[in-house]
T-cell receptor
Framework: NAGVMQNPRHLVRRRGQEARLRCSPM?????VYWYRQLPEEGLKFMVY????????ESGMPKERFSAEFPKEGPSILRIQQVVRGDSAAYFC??????????????FGSGTQLSVL | DAKTTQPNSMESNEEEPVHLPCNHS???????IHWYRQLPSQGPEYVIH???SNVNNRMASLAIAEDRKSSTLILHRATLRDAAVYYC??????????FGAGTTVTVRA
């Protein structure tokens, strides 16, 4: 059973371009979470999605960032018009259920975004 | 998630046990204590979790104080592969994990 798959592993963009980060959850998992880790900082929650629904996007910047988790296919984190401050590691996690204290999250290896 | 306090760093020798403390004095009765670790250039990895009783799995043991205001993650025989940042997280009735700064564990060969 494959784990959480993220691609690409590394993504280089120039300022003003768009970045698309993909996350395929573990088989059978319908809950996806995105986290961002800036250099030398901790992981910060960005957004929580269930299939076709955004449940909580309180940690995601209001502008330029969007996320989706369609009925078919991977979850996508999209960053439009990237700036240097967007350079970070972006991690996706999935879980079978959500909102329970006993639930484990399974994380992918992350996408390292570098903005030139 | 309620707040936890961990030391910034700990060092250990290979093959020796490592005891990682975590204080969570404001824990509520329904909060689970979760531990995750993050190896260099990797995503976080689940280690162990518990509610009241001590827990053991193939990776580690979790000792929970009787009043639940503190806990200790125990790595029984540290290896170089255990060098990572270890996060102690209280999981309340909330879907998202809130990561603090964690404890950076260094293992000396």
């Amino acid at each position: 059973n494959a784990g959480v798959m993220q691609n690409p592993r590394h993504l280089v963009r120039r300022r003003g371009q768009e970045a698309r980060l993909r996350c395929s959850p573990m088989k059978g998992h319908s809950h996806v979470y995105w986290y961002r880790q800036l250099p030398e900082e901790g992981l910060k929650f960005m957004v929580y999605l269930q299939k076709e629904n955004i449940i909580d996007e309180s940690g995601m910047p209001k502008e330029r960032f969007s996320a989706e988790f369609p009925k078919e296919g991977p979850s996508i984190l999209r960053i439009q018009q990237v700036v240097r401050g967007d350079s970070a590691a972006y991690f996706c996690a999935s879980s079978y259920g959500g909102g329970t204290t006993n639930e484990k999250l399974f994380f992918g290896s992350g996408t390292q975004l570098s903005v030139l | 998630d309620a707040k936890t306090t961990q030391p910034n760093s700990m060092e250990s020798n290979e093959e020796e046990p490592v005891h990682l403390p975590c204080n969570h004095s404001t824990i509520s009765g329904t909060d689970y204590i979760h531990w995750y670790r993050q190896l260099p250039s990797q995503g976080p990895e689940y280690v162990i979790h518990g509610l009241t009783s001590n827990v053991n799995n193939r990776m580690a043991s979790l000792a929970i104080a009787e009043d639940r205001k503190s806990s200790t993650l125990i790595l029984h025989r540290a290896t170089l592969r255990d060098a990572a940042v270890y996060y102690c997280i209280l999981r309340s009735n909330d879907y998202k994990l809130s990561f603090g700064a964690g404890t950076t564990v260094t293992v000396r060969a």
